[in-house]
């Protein structure tokens, strides 16, 4: 009898679990559109031990170089390879729609992951862009940094299910044109477009004060490296055309569809550090982003159309060989990226 008592109780918290979130308030498998999100504000954290943690995790995210940058003062604290901050990308605090925005992403980890093969932790994440954006070393797991940084992303999670659909998370693809990129057009749109921020040598302006840039670099030996994410074409485009200039939105993009690829291209074509060890990503190999700038390929398309298109002609060959071993999404970008809104 008590047995059965005690079935009966688990059996309704568990109809009860299916039904709320883990704030009790929001469905679990719902929809979450963080454009339509008021994202979390962090002057109203406490100083309670999760909320100075939450603060510190603010602070390495929005000043990355003078935290744990390359010329910090205590050397075993230089653990990024660049000045980059991992706000240059991940736009205010990782709270802009679209420009890979980190509200929610707490609750859609552990998740499988084409690059490593392997089923990622949050924090095998966060050091994916340790070792590749930041071109640095991970975070040891242990380390308060670490601790700090998931806790920043629990925090920009407040209120969102695990497992939640995200619109508005990763980046929005662009209608990607039907030839490789045009890298004299793309070196225009910099000129025109890009250089009176990011500096006509693409090398970006050093912060007035203390490590970090105001305006970042693009490509040189201070940038991400050609491991990082935003060294594919398709997503340096998605990114700039509904992010820059600096202040435009998704809703509002300057560039146009053909020259964010173009100008992509042009970026794309630069010198960035080199990050050993590439052949190990994508042991699936199928499950290689078509426009991945580094080989080993399976399709028999050139470098160099991998890294400049056209990609529908590799995508169409990778989706055929992929016919038969059927691994998920091929060729497809490993990331959140929305495909492109039908009417703008
Ligand atoms: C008005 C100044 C401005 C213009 C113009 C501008 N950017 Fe940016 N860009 C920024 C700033 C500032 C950041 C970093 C944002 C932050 O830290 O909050 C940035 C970040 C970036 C990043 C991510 C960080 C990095 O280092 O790679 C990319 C990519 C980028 N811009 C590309 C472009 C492209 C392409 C153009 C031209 C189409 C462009 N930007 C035009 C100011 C600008
Ligand atoms: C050079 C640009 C850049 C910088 C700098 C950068 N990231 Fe990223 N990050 C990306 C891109 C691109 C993605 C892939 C986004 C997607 O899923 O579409 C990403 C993804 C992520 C994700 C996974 C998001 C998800 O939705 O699954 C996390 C977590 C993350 N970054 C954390 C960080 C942290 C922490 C830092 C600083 C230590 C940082 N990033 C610095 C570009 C950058």
Not at 51 to 74: C, M, Q, R, S, W
Not at 147 to 165: F, H, Q, V
Not at 310 to 316: E, K, M, N, S, T
């Amino acid at each position: 009898m008590k047995q059965f008592l005690l079935l009966l109780l688990v059996s309704a918290l568990c109809a009860t679990a299916s039904l709320a979130g883990p704030d009790g308030a929001t469905p679990a498998n719902s929809t979450i559109d963080l454009t339509q999100w008021a994202p979390p504000n962090i002057a109203a954290v406490g100083d309670d031990p999760f909320g100075a943690l939450v603060k510190y995790g603010h602070a390495l995210f929005t000043d990355t170089a003078n935290e744990i940058g390359p010329t910090v003062p205590d050397a075993t604290r230089r653990l990024a390879g660049n000045n980059l901050t991992c706000q240059n990308c991940h736009l205010k605090g990782a709270t802009q729609p679209y420009a890979m925005p980190l509200m929610g992403v707490w609750g859609q980890f552990p998740q499988y992951r084409g690059r490593e093969g392997a089923v990622d932790t949050l924090e095998d994440r966060i050091n994916g862009c340790m070792e590749r954006s930041m071109n640095g070393r991970a975070l040891p797991l242990k380390s308060r940094e670490m601790a700090a940084l998931s806790a920043y992303m629990r925090w920009l999670s407040t209120g969102i299910p695990d497992g939640a659909k995200l619109v508005g998370a990763g980046t929005l693809r662009i209608k990607e044109p039907t030839r490789a990129a045009d890298l004299p057009h793309g070196a225009q749109i910099f000129a025109k477009v890009c250089a009176a921020c990011h500096g006509a040598d693409g090398l970006g302006q050093r912060a007035q004060a203390g490590a970090g840039y105001q305006f970042p670099p693009l490509w040189g030996p201070d940038s991400f490296n050609n491991g990082a994410g935003m060294s594919r074409l398709l997503t340096v485009a998605a990114y700039a055309m509904h992010n820059m200039p600096f202040g435009t939105t998704f809703s509002a993009p300057v560039l146009a569809d053909v020259e964010a690829y173009d100008v992509a291209g042009y970026i794309v074509s630069q010198q960035r550090p080199r990050k050993a060890n590439l052949d190990r990503d994508f042991p699936v190999r199928l499950q290689k982003p078509i426009d991945t700038p580094y080989d080993p390929y399976v399709d028999g398309f050139s470098p160099e159309q991998h890294r400049y298109g056209p990609f529908g002609p590799i995508r169409a060959r990778v989706q055929e060989l992929a016919a038969s071993s059927r691994p998920a999404n091929a060729g497809e970008p490993d990331n959140r990226s929305a495909p492109p809104q039908p009417a703008r």
